[in-house]
Nanobody, 119 residues
């Protein structure tokens, strides 16, 4: 059974930092592309950042470039999102997701972790 479990969310003041983690089990971790997504209240879910199997290729939404860093540790089956310079508009539920290399759609999703940035 595949499981993705996010942690590290919370309440932080604008300008602060948080580090999200996504611990996975039940999949061949190094064969999967991973991503962080977020959904703010009343808005559509959006992609925040993605990382390929080796960690050598990363992509970011324009809104987080230069502030967020995605990484993965294939030995620990865990992905991370370091978020610096947080803004109130970063407030959302953050989800991690995984898709097998080469596939279009993300197959597995975590339950989400709330990030709230106060002004």
């Amino acid at each position: 059974q595949v499981q993705l479990v996010e942690s590290g969310g919370g309440l932080v003041q604008a300008g602060g930092s948080l580090r999200l983690s996504c611990a996975t089990s039940g999949l061949t971790f190094s064969s999967y592309v991973l991503g962080w997504f977020r959904q703010a209240s009343g808005k559509v879910r959006e992609s925040v950042a993605t990382i390929n199997w080796s960690g050598g290729t990363t992509r970011y939404a324009d809104s987080v470039k230069g502030r967020f860093t995605i990484s993965r540790d294939n030995a620990k089956n865990t992905m991370y999102l370091q978020m610096n310079g947080l803004k109130p508009e970063d407030t959302a539920v953050y989800y991690c997701a995984a898709k097998y290399e080469g596939r279009t759609r993300y197959e597995y999703w975590g339950q989400g972790t709330q990030v709230t940035v106060s002004s």
